[in-house]
């Protein structure tokens, strides 16, 4: 990847409804331009268009004419270049299991706010501490870990 090709793709995910495009591009794959104007009904439909240009732009779309329809299909190879440029080999497997955890305390910590009630929020609030704890220092284990890396000469 060049360093304009980086910029465009830096760009486009940088708006957070270029996001949520590509988010219901994960959802369903292969939608229609009425169909995701419909998904976001505070764009107009030239809004999305010229949204759905720049993550064509950036490669992170791709489409496909079927007919009279153009289906706009998430492409997860410029990001996967990017996540490998910074990810090295060794540290993708510990990067993939904090992503987990992330998500796991993420999930617990939602049920955890649904299910509580007055009387046990200060319970909730150790456990929310408790898993931040945990997490901080699984991410400490995890980096120190991590076999060192090369550098070029």
Known sequence: MTSTDD???FKALADPTRRALLDALFEVDGQTLGRLCAQHPQ?????????????EAAGLVVTLRVGREKRHHLNPVP?????????????QPYAEALVE?????????????????ASDSAAATTASASAATTAATASIALTASLPPTQESS
């Open 7 to 9: 910029d465009a793709l």
């Open 43 to 55: 764009l107009t439909r030239f809004g999305v268009a010229k949204h759905l240009a720049v993550l």
């Open 79 to 91: 990001i996967t270049a990017i996540a490998a440029r910074w990810v090295g080999k060794f540290a």
């Open 101 to 117: 955890l992330k998500s796991d305390l993420e999930r617990g910590a939602a049920s955890a706010s649904a299910t509580t009630t």
